[in-house]
Nanobody, 115 residues
Framework: VQLVESGGGLGPPGGSLRLSCAAS????????ISWYGQAPGKGRELVAT????????NYKDSMRGRFIISRDNAKNAVYLQMNRLRPEDTAVYYC?????????WGQGTQVTVSS
């Protein structure tokens, strides 16, 4: 199982960024995928989850209405569209999947929200 995040960087408050997670090594369309964020000095927190079919999503309260998680099962990819960025969104964002009792993480991508 391999998860590779990309798309992080510096964004201004109120701006947008789009993160991508490329998956390989498993049957992608069978599994839910989540994004987690780890702010400086804090633990990883669940940001958003999308089920295997893409038909249902869930968000952390502070991200609901600003972030959109989506997936393309034909491309084995999950995306996180981050809108109306806030300084408190600054974190390393990780892609995650759980399979047969095991948890897999990508290497993370840094998002910094600052003017």
């Amino acid at each position: 199982v391999q998860l590779v995040e990309s798309g992080g960087g510096l964004g201004p408050p109120g701006g947008s960024l789009r993160l991508s997670c490329a998956a390989s090594g498993f049957t992608f369309s069978w599994y839910a995928i989540s994004w987690y964020g780890q702010a400086p000095g804090k633990g990883r927190e669940l940001v958003a989850t999308i089920i295997s079919s893409g038909g249902s999503t869930n968000y952390k309260d502070s991200m609901r209405g600003r972030f959109i998680i989506s997936r393309d099962n034909a491309k084995n990819a999950v995306y996180l569209q981050m809108n109306r960025l806030r300084p408190e969104d600054t974190a390393v964002y990780y892609c995650n999947t759980r399979q047969s009792g095991r948890t897999y993480w990508g290497q993370g991508t840094q998002v910094t929200v600052s003017s």
